[in-house]
């Protein structure tokens, strides 16, 4: 246990104060630099600035040097140039011919140096969100590569035949080299196909069709970020300094692992990625295998062996019925055979699914088997005549099963060999005989519920703070039986509670032990690595320059596309973040370093550019409309009509930013 000493605590306040004032800083200067674009062309252009200020409403601090008032207002989001002659508060003064008799008034300047000094602004932001991009990849920023690690099963990836390890280079033409990047090309794109363009883990290079799916606020394709060889950083929730699942092989390892460790062979064989981590557990899961990790202490490397046990699944003695295919790979074995989503596997090799093969074996009963011909029977139901039954034969691929998991609720189970997946339903077709189940739970009994809790007296484990997620109820619109049986297996001390239903009447809950089968084998060890990051770094300044023009360019397309998929309702309203959600994310950013503090402040920069000059009434870009009308007609637009579009345009910003602080809070949590 960790005792935090006075120094300790003054040394996290004067690090958060830091942090603190580092924002502003940033924040500030985001917005000083685009009131100084107007301010300087103005000064340029003779304009009589009045007054300089960062912030809005009433003035908290202010000096006068020359004929300029220089002010620190009360409302920091945002700031204004005022100039004699304009006035968005009083847009008449910009039709006023009286203005127009002093030659030093905004209005009296002809269209040309008007459009300058209100372009001057956005100009501005572009250019210091350059340099900002510039600096931050000058100095390098971690990022997460553009590798995909989990594939959730079912998702639009995985029906595309993505894997583990598979990096993206290009998506719709477009060049991609962070995770992030396939995120954004994904939510944003104008095409409802992703042209996917990569490599795989064993480099071979693939191209393939994706069709993202609307997930709630904005589209995805069901894919996470890849994960290194790296084991993770020691936390409390990780147990201290060992970084493995308690109760697990690993966890049991001597010597122990440490946090920090990189994997770097296993059984002698190197590794290249986690990808190929996973694979050769999976291919040596019923064996004793020897990690090679090199670790890093007092000031130098070290390599230390640790040999690892396997480990065997949990179960309940309960065998399932199998749901209808949910999804089939494009290209996989199973599809190549003539298997549809919608069919459902009632026999394979003449042994009844359920009864004679338990479904959750079914990943590595194909995967033993691969390279021979297998015959499955399955129903397919035929509109007007009701299901038949077909049989073909399947070849599988050498892909282990369990590596694609059912990590999330509602994921059906994957057979990565064959390329189905499917759900299971939770009605029990067989109980084991001599299992803790039976006499309590009989065949035809339909499960509605599993909860996974702890022993009494024993220490909180991991999932103490979780207890409610381990809760899982079963249904037609839950189907959770398969993440139901994965969680069991990384809850790996918590008993069973299982609610019952028998012919149609709810029995009284039944308590269970979950046992560890005999010759059943995971194909993990129960170690906790971290997520994999790259650092992007320009060699020269010249270089970060050109990195930094990049970063600008798909900056300023990525904001149009995002606003094009809000109008089209592709992307929800409740993704956007108002004041207090930047300010959140730049605090949060500071705590990386000022590297990826600079990287953020160039997209705030860029994102005001952008914003600022979308053509609505009050805002830059509704300037330049107004200068443009004026610039063809020869005439300025009338008072009537430019007071009434200022306030139209007074009216819609103000109800935005009503808007975006209501998701602040009551959506996002005060931007967290």
């Given amino acids: 246990m960790e005792i935090l000493t006075a120094g300790d605590v003054l040394a996290v306040s004067l690090s958060s104060i830091q942090n603190f004032l ?62 004699l002659g304009q006035d968005d508060a ?72 993505i894997q583990e390890g598979d990096e993206f280079k290009r998506i719709n033409g477009r060049d991609i080299s962070s995770f992030g990047d396939i995120i954004r090309a994904t939510a944003l794109s104008s095409s409802n196909v992703l042209d996917v363009e990569g490599v795989r883990y064993n480099g071979e290079t693939f191209r393939t069709k994706i069709y993202p799916e609307m997930n709630g606020t904005r589209r995805e394709i069901g894919v996470g970020p890849i994960t290194s060889l790296q084991l993770a950083q020691a936390t409390p929730e990780t147990g201290g300094s060992n970084p493995t699942l ?113 479904p959750l074996q079914l990943p590595e009963f194909f995967a033993d088997r691969h390279g021979e011909d297998v015959r499955v029977v399955v129903t397919r139901e035929v509109p007007g005549t009701g299901d038949k039954q077909h049989e073909f034969t399947i070849t599988p691929d050498a892909r282990a099963g369990w590596l694609e998991r059912p990590s999330l609720r509602n994921t059906p189970l994957s057979v990565p060999s064959i390329g189905v997946a499917f759900h299971i339903i939770p009605t029990v077709l067989q109980v084991e005989e001599g ?9 035809g009994d339909r499960i509605t ?30 189907r959770n039986w398969a993440h139901a049986f994965w969680t069991m297996q990384t809850a790996n001390s918590r008993l069973a509670r299982l609610k019952v ?35 992007q770094q320009a060699p020269t300044f010249g270089a970060a320059m050109s990195m930094g023009l990049t970063h600008t360019r798909n900056s300023i397309v990525d ?3 995002t606003l094009k998929n809000l109008v089209t309702q592709n992307l929800s309203v409740k993704e956007l973040h108002g004041p207090i959600g930047i300010a959140n994310v730049a605090y949060q950013v ?32 509704g300037h330049m409309v107004f200068l443009i009308w004026e610039g063809i007609t020869r005439k300025k637009p009338s008072e009537k009509v430019l007071v009434a579009a200022t306030y139209a345009g007074m009216a819609f910003v103000l109800s935005l930013m009503v808007l975006v602080i209501f998701l602040d809070i009551f959506v996002h949590g005060f931007g967290s």
């Avoid at 007054?51 to 020359?66: D, E, V, Y």
């Avoid at 002010?71 to 204004?80: D, E, H, K, Q, R």
């Avoid at 299992?435 to 065949?443: L, N």
């Fill in 246 to 358: 308690p109760g697990t092989p690993a966890a049991k390892a001597k010597p122990p692992f440490e946090a920090g460790d990189t994997i770097v062979a296993v059984d002698d064989e190197e590794l290249s990625g986690f990808a190929e981590l996973q694979n050769t557990l999976a291919s040596k899961r019923a064996d004793k295998v020897n990690f090679v990790v090199s670790r890093s202490k007092d000031n130098s490397t070290e390599t230390v062996d640790i040999s690892v046990e396997p480990q065997t699944f949990r179960t309940l003695g309960l065998w399932m019925d199998i749901g209808p295919i949910e999804a089939v790979q494009e290209g996989s074995p199973a599809a190549e055979a003539g298997l549809q989503s919608g069919d459902k596997i009632v026999s394979i090799e003449d042994l009844d699914v359920g009864k004679g093969l338990n």
């Fill in 559 to 561: 904001i149009y596309l």
């Fill in 501 to 535: 239903m028998r012919n149609g009447e709810k029995l009284e809950p039944v308590e269970l032990t979950p046992q560890r089968t005999a010759d059943w084998y995971l194909p993990t060890r129960g170690i906790q690595m971290s997520l994999l990051s790259v650092e």
């Fill in 435 to 443: 299992s803790e189940a039976d006499g309590k739970i009989q065949a």
């Fill in 590 to 621: 500071a705590q990386q370093g000022l590297a990826d503090l600079s990287l953020f402040l160039g997209f705030l920069s860029i994102n005001l550019a952008v914003l600022n000059f979308l053509p609505i009434p009050l805002l830059d870009g």
């Fill in 90 to 161: 009083d847009p008449a003064q910009m039709a006023s011919t009286e203005a127009e008799q002093d030659p030093r008034s905004y209005t009296a300047k002809n269209v040309p140096q008007r459009m300058a000094i209100i372009s001057a602004g956005v100009i501005m932001n572009v250019i210091t969100g350059l340099l900002f991009f510039a600096l931050a990849f000058r100095a390098g920023v971690e990022v997460p590569p553009a590798q995909v690690g989990t594939v959730f099963v079912g998702k639009p990836a995985w029906k595309a035949g």
């Fill in 449 to 478: 519920e599993i909860t996974l809790f702890q022993p009494k007296d024993e220490k909180p484990d991991l999932f103490a703070a979780e207890n409610d997620k381990l809760i899982i109820p079963l249904n037609e619109s839950e």
């Fill in 22 to 83: 580092t924002v502003a800083l940033g924040l500030g200067l985001v917005i000083f630099f685009h009131e100084l674009g107007h301010f300087a062309v103005a000064k340029w252009c003779n304009v009589n600035v009045e007054r300089f200020s960062i912030g809005f409403g009433p003035i908290l601090l202010s000096w006068k040097w020359g004929e300029t008032e220089y002010a620190l207002s009360l409302i920091p989001f945002g700031g204004y140039v005022k100039m």
